[in-house]
């Protein structure tokens, strides 16, 4: 069974920086695209940023491209997602998914493409 485990969220005020970490077990994690959404209350589960298996190939929501940075440490089996500039607008709990992936790209931006979830971390950004 793989499992997904979040941390690093926490309250901030707005132009300041989290660190999100996502420690994965139970699972090759190096044969797996990762990637984060978020959600905020009253609203849909929303796409973050995503890792291909390789670590050579990431996307960004245009809400975060520029601000946001996610990265993978296969060695660690962790995947990270760097969260610079903050907005009020980023409060949501973050999640970390997964995904068996096969290639090199593993473009998956959809919820439903994801097949492990963690709990997810709260993310506040105070203005």
């Known amino acids: 069974q793989v499992r997904l485990v979040e941390s690093g969220g926490g309250l901030v005020q707005a132009g300041g920086s989290l660190r999100l970490s996502c420690a994965a077990s139970?699972?090759?994690?190096?044969?797996?695209?990762m990637a984060w959404f978020r959600q905020a209350p009253g609203k849909e589960r929303e796409f973050v940023a995503r890792?291909?298996?390789?670590?050579?190939?990431?996307s960004y929501a245009d809400s975060v491209k520029g601000r946001f940075t996610i990265s993978r440490d296969d060695a660690k089996n962790t995947v990270f997602l760097q969260m610079n500039s903050l907005k009020p607008e980023d409060t949501a709990v973050y999640y970390c998914?997964?995904?068996?992936?096969?290639?090199?790209?593993?473009?998956?931006?959809?919820?439903?493409?994801?097949?492990?979830w963690g709990q997810g971390t709260q993310v506040t950004v105070s203005s």
């Open positions: 890792i291909s298996r390789s670590g050579v190939s990431t």
């Open positions: 139970g699972h090759t994690f190096s044969t797996y695209a």
């Open positions: 998914a997964a995904k068996f992936a096969v290639g090199s790209i593993n473009y998956y931006i959809g919820a439903s493409q994801y097949d492990y």
